[in-house]
């Protein structure tokens, strides 16, 4: 079993940028996939980004390509979500997930670990 604690997230004006920080403990992190997701009000929660165990591979929603950037520090059990040009229909809670599989996957029920989630905030 692993716990996850978001962190990094609050206010920021519209072309802004935020880095969000996942800790894990636990487990040996680097045996997790790790996920972001977003949920904003009245919304379902969505896909932003998920990277390899070893941080070889990265997967990114299609609006997020190009502005966000996944990375993790396995030494440090540590996932990072780096955040650019932020909008307005950015703001959300943002998620932070992990599972034991081989492969990322964009898919929220594949992952069996959660965070409580951080508030990012984007004015325009």
């Known amino acids: 079993q692993v716990q996850l604690v978001e962190s990094g997230g609050g206010l920021v004006q519209a072309g802004g940028s935020l880095r969000l920080s996942c800790a894990a403990s636990?487990?040996?992190?680097?045996?997790?996939?790790m996920g972001w997701f977003r949920q904003a009000p009245g919304k379902e929660r969505e896909f932003v980004a998920a990277?390899?165990?070893?941080?070889?591979?990265?997967s990114y929603a299609d609006s997020m390509k190009g502005r966000f950037t996944i990375s993790r520090d396995n030494p440090k059990n540590t996932v990072y979500l780096q955040m650019s040009s932020l909008k307005p229909e950015d703001t959300a809670i943002y998620y932070c997930?992990?599972?034991?599989?081989?492969?990322?996957?964009?898919?929220?029920?594949?992952?069996?670990?959660w965070g409580q989630g951080t508030q990012v905030t984007v004015s325009s």
């Open positions: 997930a992990a599972d034991l599989r081989v492969t990322v996957s964009t898919t929220a029920s594949r992952y069996r670990y």
């Open positions: 990277i390899s165990r070893s941080g070889g591979t990265t």
């Open positions: 636990g487990r040996t992190f680097s045996s997790y996939v």
